[in-house]
């Protein structure tokens, strides 16, 4: 579902925009504010997420997202104008959101706690086999129809996601109770307390620290993500294949990236994994910003691979580890307020400062700064209590 809903959604945006910004004649400023509008769509999403979820189950909620996501992608591959692409890009953040919140929630539900980063990780492999899916096919669709490529690319991929959107009607459950199972992984004793809803003191310390991380998260990943492949095709002169197929190497590293950090963390913790994948995500940003040639970029392109989805993965397991069972869901999509938030941001502010200077140089400087002040912050996190965790 992954695939879909931001895989293809969201992380074929980078390959798509040098020729959509070509055919539609659009600055930087605009093209970052394309992807800030998907961002902003997500940002909305958040704030009904939960009442959906509550309401219609997770099941139905990704299913409805799902189907939004693809009739908009349907009506960008005819769209001829700046505000109606926003517009629909807006709305397939929107579905976006609607469908990755309650599929994250899920992992809590069928996952006991030290299985939840492996489980996580395994799910948000679906964005990295959308990148690789994504790095090859533009660019052969580009040979094929020139000018009006990403037209057939958006068809193609509005027509995969109604076909996932069928999947998850067809396919998922809301609970493991639903088909008799029990939660994969070793069984823990509970108090019947565990299930109830209930605050403890710090919680709301511990959500907001978390919520910061995820701003920081937000606010730096696509940036990059948005704006490396037309780095690579302004600045370094690559074709669109070559572009493609480096970008498709973030594909492929990203397959091992929630399953490796969220493993890694099932094992030294939450806070020293959040640390460590920061750390990874600020040498990327910063061989990114020296422009240190094709290999040097070869290596940022694989830092970031490795890392770019860890961070979700061991997010999604913190939730039930710090704030408990029966609010990991709720948690989930509060510091997804910060993660949107900052995806907001980022694109735009960095959309702006190339248009200033001609160059991203200085937005990937800038993201390396923030991660590692965040892997600074994820080190000072507490250790997490609520399901009875000593790391």
Not at 284 to 313: D, E, M, N, R, T
């Amino acid at each position: 579902m992954l695939f879909s809903c931001l895989g293809l959604a969201r992380y074929a945006y980078t390959m798509l925009l040098p020729r959509m910004q070509a055919g539609l004649g659009l600055p930087y400023e605009r093209m970052g504010f394309i992807g800030t509008a998907n961002f902003s769509g997500y940002l909305l999403s958040v704030l009904f997420a939960p009442l959906l979820i509550r309401r219609f189950r997770p099941r139905l909620t990704i299913t409805c997202g799902l189907v939004l996501i693809g009739i908009c992608m349907l009506a960008i591959s005819r769209c001829n104008s700046y505000s109606a692409l926003a517009v629909l890009y807006t709305l397939v953040g929107m579905g976006g959101g609607f469908a990755n919140i309650p599929l994250m929630a899920l992992v809590t539900y069928w996952f006991r706690s030290e299985q939840r980063g492996r489980a996580a990780g395994l799910v948000i492999g679906g964005n990295g086999a959308a990148i690789i899916f994504a790095g090859f096919l533009v660019p052969k669709l580009n040979l094929c129809f020139g000018a009006e490529g990403w037209r057939s690319s958006w068809l193609i991929f509005g027509l995969i996601t109604l076909a996932s959107a069928l999947a998850a009607a067809t396919l998922l459950r809301n609970a493991p109770a639903d088909k008799g199972l029990e939660p994969v992984g070793r069984p823990v004793t509970f108090s019947s307390e565990e299930y109830l809803p209930k605050e403890r003191r710090g919680d709301g310390i511990i959500l907001i620290k978390l919520g910061l991380l995820y701003l920081a998260f937000g606010a730096t990943f696509m940036v990059y993500g948005t704006f490396i492949v037309t780095t690579m095709v302004k600045e370094y002169g690559f074709s669109e294949e070559k572009a493609g197929f480096y970008w498709s190497w973030v594909g492929f590293f990203s397959l091992f990236s929630g399953v490796l950090f969220g493993a890694l963390s099932d094992r030294i913790g939450r806070k020293w994994g959040l640390m460590l994948v920061f750390l990874l995500q600020t040498a990327a940003y910063g061989l990114a910003g020296i422009s240190p040639g094709p290999v040097g970029l070869a290596v940022s392109i694989v830092l970031y691979g490795l890392a770019v989805f860890a961070i979700p993965a061991i997010m999604a397991a913190a939730m039930g580890d710090y704030l408990g069972l029966s609010r990991a869901a709720t948690a989930f999509a509060t510091v997804t307020l910060f993660f949107a938030a900052g995806q907001t941001i980022g694109p735009w502010s960095a959309g702006i400062i190339a248009g200033q200077t001609g160059s991203f140089t200085t937005a990937y400087l800038l993201s390396a700064l923030i991660t590692a002040l965040a892997a600074l912050f994820a080190a000072l996190l507490p250790r997490p209590a609520a399901s009875g965790i000593s790391r």
